[in-house]
């Protein structure tokens, strides 16, 4: 009897993802994900701070950007990096979570984070505060 090993499962966002072989998402597929979800970001409490102050908002989402393309900037290097990896590996090889896994994870991570808090700064610079609160 041969008794076969379960494959796990691992989101995107998770380093054991990309050692078992899984896609590198694309930055559309990155930025469809976030904006599907109701996720507001990891800076979700100072923008939700800022709401009815257009000024701090519109700084935000500038200073948020500019994050955004320098995380985009190295999720390329760190997708090339993962591929030139695998193209390395021998056929046989003992999957091991390296830095080039951790690396790309993270980035991918970053980037889901940056869009989700534009997506919520956008919603807050489009609504109108409550007059009489």
Request: proline share 3%; net charge positive.
């Amino acid at each position: 009897m041969k008794i076969g090993i379960k494959q796990m499962t691992y989101s995107t966002g998770h380093p054991w993802h990309y050692v078992l072989g899984g896609k590198v998402l694309s930055i559309k597929e990155i930025w469809n994900e976030a904006n599907a979800s109701d996720y507001r970001g990891y800076r979700r409490d100072t923008i939700k701070k800022y709401f009815g102050k257009s000024d701090k908002l519109k700084a935000l989402k500038s200073e948020t950007i500019i994050n955004l393309k320098r995380d985009i900037n190295r999720y390329r290097e760190c997708a090339l990096a993962l591929h030139r990896y695998r193209n390395k590996l021998p056929k046989n090889h003992q999957p091991t979570c390296e830095g080039v896994h951790v690396a790309i994870s993270l980035k991918k991570n970053h980037i889901y984070n940056e869009f989700s808090n534009l997506k919520y700064i956008n919603e807050l610079l489009y609504q109108q505060p409550d007059l009489f609160d």
